[in-house]
């Protein structure tokens, strides 16, 4: 008995989620294969996949499966309820059919009749080309819609992370701040802006610990901080410059200015440094750095007018909290500061340990990255002999069939030559640079009291950071609470041990390359 492989396929989610074609499809497939006295052995669906696609999840299943019965005396047959349904594009179309043929199978469809006759051919050619024009054609109003929108001001996409649209009467569904994350992201956007915020980690860091506040379980890459800094939606105004359309006021709502988001694009840039508020200088290098006990959040400053004179002070203006509007004397805090700063300095001989075992790192990966050379210099090698090769065949012969299928393989193995060659072009540094910038970083840390006490309000902030994990907190009574370090210090405190023990301790070496990273964005600053 003749065997039958039901194919079905839906491009949109929406139709997956509502249930609409699939099952109608697969109906319609079974009433076919019974009528014709064929037994169904399997059915395959690709579930929100354009019939563009030759790659699609769904239509692997049917090969692979027709694999299986190459060995049958009998062919095959792959039944699908229509033509748009196997393909939408003429030469996916024909390339499907003939995967499908070359694994002993055929095609047959209820509302379509295949015929292997040139009056055959030339109906199934223009049915596949009718398809095509009708997804090309969809694809085309479906653009033009969303270009209207935009037009409008209407965002058509989806949402970045603190967005979300929502319907509205005027306007359909539009982009609205979502709470904790637009709050929580707002906050980090401002604050790289105004330079409380160095690093995209540090920006990173900062976002987690408000999700982990806030109990949301998320995932943030630097790429994805990179993401959330450059989102012209947060402003409330949209752009698409693909589609020609140029900036204009959004219909949704966002929760940064169009000034910030400039100033951020213009430091991310490198063409200016993150602005500092008037009130962050040296008269308050702790402001921003120092939080308060009771509601966890940086600590203002400002210069109190008395009888006879000012007195800088430091006091939370935080609503709500306990210790709201209690001065904290800028000597008194600062020295305190100092004091826990002063504490938490580790042995000169666990910076030199860490700086032997950072050498270390350093040395396997220069092995690592050597082995990847040599792989990709034998590969790139053997596309060389392949271009030659092909090359050579071009000036050879006089088929144009065969020489626009050699130019075509020609243009792939060349782009994989260039991918390889990007690839091997990044930035390298000598085992001497890499030891003199480890030892700064090093030296630097050995003596933290150095760095606070400088003249400079950012050397001030990169000390503060790259010894504590969140900002210390100080209470006005008692003074500071136990200080959460940095996790590059906590790794170097633990290297007051043996080196073995360092490197084949349970749990530590993840933490060290997390922690050389950490060293590493510090030093950019340093070296600046």
């Known amino acids: ?84 349904r196997f393909a939408r594009d003429t030469e996916v179309h024909f390339a499907l059919k003939k995967e499908i043929y070359s694994r002993n199978g055929r095609v047959e469809s209820p509302n379509f009749r295949f015929e292997d006759t040139p009056d055959g051919k030339f109906v199934e050619t223009v049915m596949a080309a009718h398809a095509e024009l009708e997804r090309n054609q969809n694809k085309r109003q479906v653009i033009q819609k969303m270009k209207a929108r935009l037009e409008m001001g ?13 319907k509205t009467e005027a306007y359909g569904k539009v982009p609205m701040p979502v709470e904790p994350i637009a709050g929580i992201l707002k906050e980090a956007i401002e604050g790289y802006k105004d330079g409380l915020l160095l690093t995209l980690d540090e920006v990173r860091r900062f976002i987690l610990r408000k999700y982990e506040q806030h109990g949301i379980d998320r995932k943030l890459s630097l ?49 200016r440094k993150p602005r500092l508020r008037n009130d962050y200088n040296l008269d308050f290098p702790a402001r921003g750095i120092v939080a308060c006990m009771g509601c966890g ?41 100092a004091v826990l700063l002063k504490k938490q300095e580790v042995p000169a001989g666990a910076f030199d340990l860490a700086a032997d075992v950072l050498l270390d790192i350093w040395v396997q990966k220069k092995l690592e990255e050597t082995a990847v050379i040599v792989q990709t210099d034998r590969k790139t090698a053997v596309l060389d002999g392949l271009i030659t090769n092909l090359t050579a065949r071009v000036a050879r012969t006089s088929d144009e069939t065969l020489v626009e299928n050699y130019e075509k393989e020609l243009k792939s193995l060349m782009a994989k030559k260039t991918e390889l060659e990007v690839k091997d072009k990044g930035q390298r540094y000598t ?45 006005y009574r008692s003074g500071f609470g136990t200080a959460s370090l940095a996790l590059p210090i906590a790794i170097i405190r633990d290297c007051e041990g043996e080196k073995e023990r360092l490197v084949e301790m349970g749990g530590v070496e993840p933490p060290c390359e997390l922690g050389l990273r950490h060293v590493c964005t510090s030093l950019l600053f340093l070296t600046n």
Request: hydrophobic share 30%; charged share 30%.
């Open 223 to 271: 790429r994805g901080v990179n993401d959330i800094l450059t989102e012209l939606l947060y402003t409330g105004w949209v752009e698409y410059l693909p589609w020609g359309v140029s900036l204009r006021e959004g219909r949704g709502e966002g929760f940064i200015s169009l000034e910030t988001y400039k100033t951020v694009q213009e430091i991310l840039r490198g063409k």
């Open 1 to 84: 008995m003749t065997k039958a492989i039901i194919y079905c396929r839906v491009s949109s989610d929406r139709q997956v989620k509502e249930g609409h074609g699939l099952e109608s499809q697969e109906e319609r497939c079974r009433n076919y294969a019974k009528s014709q006295g064929y037994q169904t052995i399997d059915v395959f669906r690709d579930e929100g996949e354009s019939g563009g696609l030759f790659e699609r999840t769904g239509m692997k299943q049917v090969l692979a499966c027709l694999e299986q019965y190459l060995v049958e005396p009998e062919k095959v047959v792959v039944v699908f309820d229509d033509l748009k």
């Open 154 to 166: 209407c965002w058509p996409f989806c949402s970045p992370p603190g967005l979300k649209h929502i």
């Open 297 to 337: 959040k940086p600590l203002t400053a400002s210069w109190n007018t008395g009888r006879n004179k000012r007195y800088p002070n430091y006091w939370c203006k935080s609503v709500g909290c306990q210790y709201r509007y209690k001065t904290m004397a800028r000597k008194t805090l600062e020295g305190d500061f």
């Open 431 to 475: 085992d001497e640079q890499f030891g003199t910038a480890s030892r700064r970083v090093m030296e630097t840390l050995k003596d933290p009291l150095a760095m606070w006490n400088s003249d400079e309000y950012e050397d001030k902030r990169i000390i503060a950071d790259m010894y504590f994990d969140e900002r210390p907190k100080y209470d």
